[in-house]
């Protein structure tokens, strides 16, 4: 399915295909992440996962609950929301990438938009990633995921139904 972005230019819509190992989900989605972040505008993840977070994230994942805290107190963050959904990351600033890195392949929910658009879209706590790229991202994505031994059939075309 191709879309047209408010560039111009045209989005394939791609999800992740089943059969990889987690290690090889989590590397997949770290790099959807890299190489679509110049174009990610906002995004958030909540701090929720079906599984313990792993101990290599666990840091991260107390990190980004301090960042909602810190939000909530400087009233940028309703007080009265949960404090692990929603959590908005700064794509700009390298340590909070970092967190949304880290977390996304495990949270029930991670998000990046482009305006009102989303581009990049994870869940379940891994199982689920859906991006929106355009043909030099894609060519690009699958570059790095060889670079790492990963097959281009990590990610399918999403099949919209009509």
């Known amino acids: 399915m191709r879309v047209i972005n408010q560039d111009g230019g045209s989005d394939h819509e791609l999800v992740l295909a089943d059969g990889m190992s987690p290690a090889d989900v989590v590397l997949v989605h770290r ?25 290599a994230v666990v840091h991260s994942y107390e990190r980004v609950l301090s960042l909602a805290r810190e939000a909530a107190a400087h009233g940028t963050r309703p007080r009265r929301a949960d404090p692990g959904m929603g959590i ?6 390298d340590a909070q990438f970092e967190l949304l890195l880290d977390l996304a392949p495990h949270a029930i929910n991670a998000e990046g938009r482009r305006g009102d658009r989303l581009v990049f879209g994870a869940g379940d706590s891994g199982t689920s990633l859906w991006i929106a790229v ?8 699958l570059s790095r995921l060889d670079a790492l031994g990963i097959p281009p059939t990590a990610f399918a075309v999403r099949q919209r139904n009509h």
């Open 134 to 141: 355009t043909r030099e991202q894609e060519v690009e994505l």
């Open 31 to 55: 790099e959807a992440l890299r190489v679509l972040r110049s174009g990610i505008d906002t995004a958030h993840v909540d701090a929720y996962s079906d599984d313990p977070w792993p101990p």
């Open 88 to 93: 908005d990351i700064d794509v700009r600033d």
